[in-house]
């Protein structure tokens, strides 16, 4: 029975409301104590691993809601296996998967396979299955049986679901078997051809524009619908400010609704697309500042639950061409806390506040063991240091792509441990 | 260091002589056509006649040909020339003098005669210049000089005509010793 | 005085300084066009590709002719597909035409920032022949030269451009160059065809076809394209043309000396009457006429320096 102590970091639980100077023992992959590190006395036994996190910080291990790890089917781009070594290398623990695979995981010989190939990588692979089959939009899954394999939720993400009556089913029938449905909200319609967020940076670069209310259509749509069936509904990658007050407002009447932001959105606007740069095209586009003002507000009071990364992996052949030809999405697992921590360092947000999002308002979000610290759950744990900083160079990232929009960019805070049921898997050099 | 080399009178006097030499060696003003080189060749041009009028009482045709594009430093020279003037009048079988202000290393007449050659076939071409400075580099040679400057390399040479530059005056400038700043 | 970039790529990233010296340049490049020899050997040993995604005749003839007129060789490569469909990056596309060492790329792209991102792959000068909605700024030099040639100036003159604005690279390379220059734009289409955040680019914005032709100086109409209808930007042709073309008594608003442009080729009938194309304000070969002095200029300003210049130049891309 493995046995590891952190001894001496700053212990940082939202869960727990904790936030002091405390040695986290560990046995059999669970948090075993956790104790003030002024009133512990306690004698490290033999056959004990130490771990020492002086001036460093202790959270829950991440948990990003929302990747793309591409297999089966786009191994060119990303595969489970390096897809799970760039998330243990950005402090996550666990993601959740998305369904857009070829095939899609749509049944369970799918999900059986994503969870075969995640077993001994260093964190935790959650799939979230298909709304609907080949997600055609036409039909629903069978979700008992995606449910039975290991599926956490299921989600069309990356097509929206055009037919509302499909998604009052989808939210219905899903409600048995407490999954989630995840929307990605946009009215295709409205997004045509766009290939940007419409307004004046789109007009100056000629480039055909994504209104914002392309996802409030769909937000509003969705909620009303979950406010009908009684589903449970999370609104994937939030990009504007009217789908932000639409969900304040659901939760307000007790819609069960929980929503994500990417760090992207919450950092960037659309003038990152200035000079035609693909690493910063993605659905939805990226917005305005007033946009992103309001998805910080969000993640402070809590709106918005959870920091997802929409972690998209793509190869040079699909971003190095034509802007309104090339893919959309960026990878992000790597980068997600330093971009997000940055928003601690403006004071933007908390400390507490930006762990919250990415370890307990997942976990809670989608009923998944781990963040949180306390006694008996699972010892995963990230170790940061947030006095380090880091230079993004593509070529060393451990993801298989490199389509990040921090290329170059100079980070402040680095994951140096990542601990999964107990285990180290992650150490930086 | 600058130093006066012709003044207003002396160039006037040069012009003078060098009317008297065209009409002396065309035997008259039959099928003479001027052409300056801008910019100040032009306006030496523009001189020159009036002097032939003055003498013959026959007012010639003045063009400028402007010998930017065919100069064959515009891959070397930093800055890039602008556009002239570039107004020629029928050449075909006519006696054109060309008109420049300064002699030196040939190559601006060789772009020059070349431009001209696109726009005819001139029956002869002949050269005046205010001043020749010597260091040819080309086989060229002018039929009517107003002065002989043997100058150095290093030195400058710079005609100043009250048209463009408010006074009538050929500076020659020398260039600081070597070693020493500008 | 020189041109101190490597690429045009729009309009708006020139200085007032540098449009007045590409318009003077040009200026004195329609001389030799008028030559019986036209040519000069400035550009000899010289080679720009015109590569072509999209077909133009007019434009690619236009940029032909001028690098021939300066002795560069011309070499035409008409591309059908995007690179996507190839199957090859651009900076594979990019990488194999600079291995054939030309001196100059001019592309016409569909997809708007092609060329900018062409200008990054590569070492060599990229002209901007028309990208996407993006910019097209030859042909709003030729317009600029146009006007100034008929006006003599262009500060304070009252331009209108009427149209589809929204897919214009013509409307917005206009924009920026005639506003730089001091003239005051007007723009008017129908509101499904007016960008976002249009009015911010330093014009003045309306729906109102007849306030915005009041008193102007220069209209410029733009070609509107069938396939908007079945896109619902508007309802029909003939709804079109009789709220956006432009007749007599719409023209009646405008001042009595007022010059029409129409980046070509029109729709007659449509976005501009068959009397008023052909009518005396018209201007449209002269706009032609034009295009081939300006595109000579553009190339002796970009390939008419010292060639270590450019490679330094080239090497901070």
Redesign the interface.
Known sequence: MNRLVIKGGRVVDPAQNLDGFYNIYVMGGRVASIKKVEADTSEVGTGVDVVDATGLVVVPGLIDPHVHLREPGYEYKEDISTGAKAAAAGGFTAVMCMANTKPVNDNESVTRYILKKAEGQPVRVYPVGAVTQGQKGERLTEMSELKSAGCVAVSDDGVPISDPGLMRRALEYSSQFQMPVITHAEDARLVGHGSMN????????????IPNAAEDVIVARDISLAELTGGRLHVAHVSTRGSVELIRRAKERGVKVTAEATPHHLTLTDEAVI??RTEAKMNPPLRDKEDVEALRAGIKDGTIDCVATDHAPHA??EK??????AANGIIGLETAFSVVYGLVEEGVLTLTEAVRAMSCGPAKAFKLAGGKLSVGSPADIAIFDLNRSWTVEPAKLKSKSKNTPWAGKELKGVAVKTILGGVVVYTKE | MKKIVLDDKAIERALARVAHEIIERNKGTENLVILGIPTRGYHLALRLRKKIEEIEGVCLPVGAVDATLYRDDLGIKKDQPSLKRMEIPPVDGKKVVMVDDVLFTGRTIRAAMNALMDFGRPLAIQLAVLVDRGHRELPIKADYIGKNLPTSRKEGVKVHLSETDGVNEVVVTVAPAEGTKQ | MRLKRKDLLGIEDLTRDELELILSTAASFKEVSEREIKKVPTLRGKTVINLFYEPSTRTRTSFEIAAKRMSADAVNISVSTSSVVKGETLRDTARNLEAMRPDCIVVRHASSGTPHMLAGFVGCSVVNAGDGAHEHPSQALLDMLTVKEKKGTLAGLKIAIVGDIAHSRVARSNIYGFTKMGSEVTVAGPPTMLPAGIEKLGCKVTSNVEDALKGTDVIMMLRIQMERQSESFFPTVREYSRVYGLDETKLKRAKDDVIILHPGPINRGVEISSEVADGPYSLILDQVTNGVAVRMAIFYLLLGTAKEEQQIQAGKV
């Open positions: 419409e307004g004046v940076v789109a007009t100056r670069l000629g480039l055909k524009g000079g035609y040079s052949i190095d061409v034509e802007f309104d030809k």
